[in-house]
């Protein structure tokens, strides 16, 4: 099973200020999930970084920051055919490219 965080996710800062929104609010679990919670499930484990271009980097996440900054270590990169490029032992990604992070089940 993988978990895919995409900045779609990341939810609204405005309450519903209508009927039919303050009830939806009313009905949803106290216990969901956000993609903060996510973030913090998988640091220190192995997750895939997709970036707009096309380009995918697979290592253990490290650290990140508010902009979605990522730190990763033990990082291969993948190009768009999804051929190993390149490996690094530490890996910075501005967060302004993410397309996406995703769980993976183990280091491959």
């Known amino acids: 099973n993988q978990t895919i965080l995409t900045m779609a996710d990341s939810e609204d800062p405005i309450a519903p200020t209508d009927q039919e929104g303050a009830e939806k609010a009313e009905t949803t679990p106290a216990t969901k999930k956000t993609p ?12 895939r ?8 980097y697979r290592g253990v996440l490290a650290c990140l920051d508010g902009f979605l900054n990522i730190a990763m270590e033990q990082t ?3 190009n768009v055919d999804g051929q190993l490029r390149a490996k ?3 890996c910075f ?3 302004n490219n993410v397309l996406y992070i995703s769980a993976q089940s183990k280091k491959r």
Do not use: A, H, Q, T
Request: proline share 3%; charged share 30%.
């Open 36 to 47: 903060s919670d996510f973030l913090r499930l998988v640091l220190g484990r192995p997750i």
């Open 49 to 56: 970084v997709k970036l707009n271009s096309g380009v995918e």
């Open 76 to 78: 291969e990169e993948y």
């Open 88 to 90: 690094y032992g530490d």
């Open 93 to 95: 990604i501005r967060g």
